[in-house]
T-cell receptor
């Protein structure tokens, strides 16, 4: 499987841009997912990348470099409601997801 | 479409007991995965079922088991509960992303298990 590493905590200001990085081991790698989880709630799907490059979805974008085993999630025009945990997950050929421990993002006024 | 449902939402058990958790996937989804979430370890994969067969398994002891029925509903069972089994257990029903070999997973609200 993949060892997924991401920062434990980040803080950013409302209206700003924040980038959450994720690194993974490339053996058996198929693609990468990003999920958002608010406290006490289930994770919700944000985006996925299979090929190298940037995928944009409104205020959220995700980037993947397969050769470097690296991804990031970019959140633009931060809102208070974006305070949540952001989970990076690698998919191997067996359809299971291997999650990182999550990055807790705090958006301050 | 209704989302993934899990029952019960909260459960309190004592050490040594066993527990069964239930998950109903989104209509039409044939794959169901189970995860354990704890503050220290994050989300850890337990197992995945597809068409009533276990297709993938994580690194959990044999006390953790599951099954899937013909209507895709799934159950997981934990026997001889330990204090460390206290966690949020999440079920996810999956739809394959065409041509990718990957599933987009839709999570249920989870069952919060407390072992005393």
């Amino acid at each position: 499987g993949q060892n997924i590493d991401q920062p434990t905590e980040m803080t950013a200001t409302e209206g700003a841009i924040v980038q959450i990085n994720c690194t993974y081991q490339t053996s058996g790698f198929n693609g990468l997912f990003w999920y958002q989880q608010h406290a006490g709630e289930a994770p919700t799907f944000l985006s996925y990348n299979v090929l190298d490059g940037l995928e944009e979805k409104g205020r959220f974008s995700s980037f993947l470099s397969r050769s470097k085993g690296y991804s990031y999630l970019l959140l633009k025009e931060l809102q208070m409601k974006d305070s949540a945990s952001y989970l990076c997950a690698g998919s191997n050929s067996g359809y299971a997801l291997n999650f990182g421990k999550g990055t807790s993002l705090l958006v301050t006024p | 479409k209704a989302g993934v449902t899990q029952t019960p939402r909260y459960l309190i058990k004592t050490r040594g007991q066993q527990v069964t958790l239930s998950c109903s996937p989104i209509s039409g989804h044939r794959s169901v995965s189970w995860y354990q979430q704890t503050p220290g370890q994050g989300l850890q994969f337990l197992f995945e079922y597809f068409s009533e067969t276990q297709r993938n398994k994580g690194n959990f002891p044999g006390r953790f088991s599951g099954r899937q029925f013909s209507n895709s509903r799934s159950e997981m069972n934990v026997s001889t509960l330990e204090l460390g089994d206290s966690a949020l257990y999440l079920c996810a029903s999956s739809l394959e992303l065409a041509g990718t070999g990957m599933n987009e997973q839709f999570f249920g609200p989870g069952t919060r298990l407390t072992v005393l």
